[in-house]
């Protein structure tokens, strides 16, 4: 490249200092190679010039738990609310479906990967009339229904649940002690219930036991 620059400063010099027309035509043919020569070169060094490494980041991979649902006759939609996704390039948000399925992938947002998964739909959705779009703070999912029904649940394992508890309350014997039945009922919740309830019926119980002196 610095030889290339020399021939050119020589070749402005001579053509500026040529009296006849003819050699500098000729002169200005030869500055004009040389000018594409060099372009060429300069553009094939700076393809070709690596990066500068600033460190490789490690993304993280998140699970989406949290989420809102509503319906309408034709869809389930699902609201995932992500912090700023409308500012990642769309190409980074995608959705796929299947029958009983439904995975939302977001890459590279903030520097972590986030997925939200549901399986095992209570009833089938029609992948190719399913969709998703971004909006502020939020993807939205709206997975269409094949049987335009109304949905008591998301999943099926939440309506077996929902009916095995129905099956595992027991009924409050009319004839025995209400404030016994009603303990009995409070047991049966504690056993079956998630760690929030606990607490809250074990306060419960806590508080009967201190005034009835036991069950």
């Known amino acids: 490249m610095e030889e290339l ?16 027309q003819r050699v500098k035509n000729m002169l200005s043919v030869e500055i004009k190679k040389l000018q594409t020569e060099m372009s060429k070169l ?8 690596k990066p500068v490494e600033m460190g490789s980041s490690k993304r993280y991979r998140t699970k989406v738990n949290n989420y809102a649902w509503d319906q309408s006759t034709k869809f389930v939609k699902f609201y995932v609310t ?3 996704v409308q500012n990642i ?5 995608s959705c796929s479906f299947t029958n009983n399925t439904l995975e939302l992938n ?24 399913s969709s998703w779009k971004v909006k502020t703070d939020t993807v939205l999912i709206n997975a269409a229904k094949i049987e335009q029904k109304h949905w008591d649940f998301v999943t099926e394992i939440e ?3 929902s009916e095995a508890k129905k099956l595992n ?3 409050l014997d009319k004839s025995a002690d209400p404030s016994e039945g009603l303990m009995s009922l409070m047991k049966n ?3 079956q219930g998630d760690d929030e309830m606990k607490r809250t019926i074990a306060k419960a119980l806590h508080e009967s036991r201190a005034k009835t002196g036991g069950f």
């Open 159 to 161: 309506k077996r649940a």
């Open 42 to 49: 300069q553009i094939e060094a700076s393809n070709t010039q």
């Open 106 to 129: 977001v890459k590279d947002l903030e520097n972590k990967d986030y997925v939200f998964t549901i399986n095992n739909l209570l009833m089938s959705i029609n992948p190719a009339e």
């Open 89 to 93: 390039p769309p190409e980074n948000v």
């Open 169 to 171: 309350t027991p009924d």
């Open 189 to 191: 919740m504690y056993d």
């Open 5 to 20: 620059m020399k021939d050119l400063a020589d070749l402005e010099a001579l053509e500026s200092q040529a009296k006849r």
């Open 82 to 84: 992500l912090k700023n």
